[in-house]
């Protein structure tokens, strides 16, 4: 999903305050606080209960330590671990539930028949023992997908009763739209099933509003030659029997398996208990693979989790001092997301240092391997004893030239003399501070563009004076754009302000984590917050 997220109430009080529908195009927070973005007033829901992030052209959602917990597809999240949202999924908090619209998809068209004769039966939904049913719970068991296990439970449907064809639709999202067709069977003269192309489908409108009510609907055809008036009945279409099951997941009405059988509606009569308890198996499956999918997607994120973590362990700077002339300091809290920050010096003989300070937009491998190839071809390049600016004008060739799906690295290398010259490049970063006394400088924006936006971009240094104890603060936007718990930034004045009451680069870092811990309170670390701090000591 890219762009904006859907989502639609399909469960809770209607309360005004609560929307049937809301588009997000943000990073939104939920809860029982009136300022939360979705507020629901309710006291099972936390005053700040869940947070639905976007990163990279993907939706998560995390919990926030709320009291009740938060729900996707039935599983209640670890609070601060990020699941990710796909089409199709169930957000639950407190009384309401939601579901992820998939704007995308063109729903098939199915012709529903509004007006028939005959005798529609309503009857409440049994409870039956799943034991006759064993025979398809392996077939079941094994399907890959929705769709899969729609076909298994329409072929199982066809061949326990008289019905020639079968179809699973999906429920609405709102009362005012129709269901969509996933998938339909037919049974053919030869006794094998094939696809029914949705338009074939005649549904009677009278069963699918009473199946979306929870209730297992028939229709059989009369037994009199009594004159049809209606141009759009059942048995204009030759339907002589229909039924239509709700599929209930948790209470609530996912899906629709409706029947019916043209011309004859021999061996259908006994049809509802059978196609309640297959209704039943194909519930159990669907939650059985929604709840197997989640936790797919939560190992497959922990494991991408770790192979980040250890690629950003090694594009991190040794804690001894690079130099004798020149004393460091750094900290990095991992986010929610592991991002793919660096930091390095390299010492060279004269005593001066290079530092390398950079953040590749994204998260995750793909953005750490990025941050790992911009670092080994600068390091490669300052140790050879390259320019600075020279070196990030080839490694930004280099990085360009590559598939890097629309990722960048933003990026600083400062050459720090002790003769007292520092020659800076501000490669799309900004965030950096040079402490000189009680003076401090940022730059209002970064100089050139980041690496990796195209191979022809040139790159320059700025000059600055250094003295003996002035400082080079380097940051990255997950210190200055972390919220608090009212959703308020950390921001950059107040950076600032911490960097200017502090003594040397070790108070720099540690001051700065103390306000941001303090800062965010209960709520996590949404991205890598990473602050350096490089002191001058002895000047030559």
């Known amino acids: ?46 005053r700040r209960h869940a947070t639905i992030l976007i990163r990279q052209g993907l939706w998560y959602l995390v919990d926030q330590g ?74 079941i068991g094994n399907a890959d997908s929705k769709e899969e296990i729609a076909c298994c439970t329409i072929e199982a449907a066809l061949a326990g009763t008289g019905f020639k064809r079968g179809a699973v639709l999906l429920a609405p999202t709102n009362a005012t739209e129709p269901p969509s067709f996933l998938v339909g069977l037919r049974r053919t003269p030869s ?6 192309p949705s338009a074939e489908l005649h549904a009677s409108s009278k ?35 229909a039924l239509c099951v709700p599929i209930l997941r948790d209470g609530v009405v996912e899906s629709l398996l409706y029947l019916d059988s043209p011309g004859a509606n021999a061996g259908v009569e006994d049809a509802v208990g059978y196609c309640e308890d297959i209704a039943s198996l194909c519930a159990y499956a669907l939650t059985h693979r929604a709840h197997a999918e989640l936790a797919h997607r939560q190992q497959a994120m922990r494991i991408e989790f770790e192979h980040a973590k250890e690629l950003r362990a090694m594009l991190t700077a040794p804690s001894s001092s690079p130099s004798p002339e020149f ?15 660096f930091f390095d010096t390299v010492p060279h003989q004269d005593g001066s240092l290079h530092v390398l300070f950079g953040d590749a937009t994204g998260h995750g491998l793909g953005a750490s391997i990025l941050s790992t190839l911009v670092h080994a071809h600068l390091v490669a390049l300052l140790r050879s004893g390259a320019d600075t600016a020279e070196s990030v004008t080839a490694t930004n060739r280099f990085i360009a030239e590559k598939a890097t799906a629309g990722r960048f690295v933003s990026l600083v290398v400062a050459h720090l003399n002790p003769n007292g010259v520092m020659t800076i490049v501000d490669a799309g970063h900004g965030h950096w501070i ?41 940051y990255t936007d997950g210190i200055t754009e972390q919220h608090d718990e009212d959703g308020n930034e950390f921001g950059a004045e107040k950076l600032r302000s911490i960097i200017s009451r502090s003594d040397d680069s070790g108070s720099d870092v540690d001051h700065v984590f103390k306000a941001l811990l303090a800062h965010a309170g209960k709520r996590a670390i949404e991205d890598d917050a ?3 701090s490089i002191e001058l000591v002895r000047r030559s």
């Open 434 to 474: 040079h402490r000189s006394g009680s003076d401090l400088y940022s730059p209002k924006q970064a100089s050139d563009v980041p690496i990796g936006i195209g191979p022809a971009a040139t790159f320059t240094a700025q000059s600055r004076t250094l003295s003996r104890g002035d400082r080079l603060i380097l």
């Open 1 to 46: 999903m890219h762009g904006s997220l859907s989502i639609a109430r399909t469960q809770g009080p209607n309360d005004p305050i609560v929307q049937e529908e809301y588009t997000i195009d943000r990073d939104t927070r939920i809860g029982r606080a009136v300022e939360s973005d979705i507020c629901l007033p309710d006291p099972s829901v936390s």
């Open 66 to 139: 709320s009291t009740t917990g938060t729900l996707l597809n039935r599983q209640r999240l670890e609070q601060d671990e990020p699941a990710e949202i796909r089409k199709g999924d169930t957000i639950e908090i407190g009384p309401w539930s939601f579901r992820v619209k998939d704007d995308e998809t063109i729903t098939q068209t199915i012709d529903f028949s509004r007006h028939e004769s005959g005798v529609v039966h309503a009857e409440e939904l049994s409870s039956r023992r799943l034991d006759a049913l064993g025979g398809y719970l392996a077939a």
């Open 327 to 341: 004393r460091s300091a750094y900290r990095s809290v991992a986010g929610m997301f592991v991002s793919a920050d």
């Open 191 to 196: 006794g094998i099933t094939d696809r029914l």
């Open 207 to 241: 069963l699918v509003s009473r199946a979306l009510d929870g209730l297992t609907a028939r229709y059989s055809a009369p037994d009199t030659n009594a004159t049809i008036d209606h141009s759009r009945s059942l048995m204009e279409h030759s339907i002589m029997a």
């Open 530 to 532: 990473t602050v350096s």
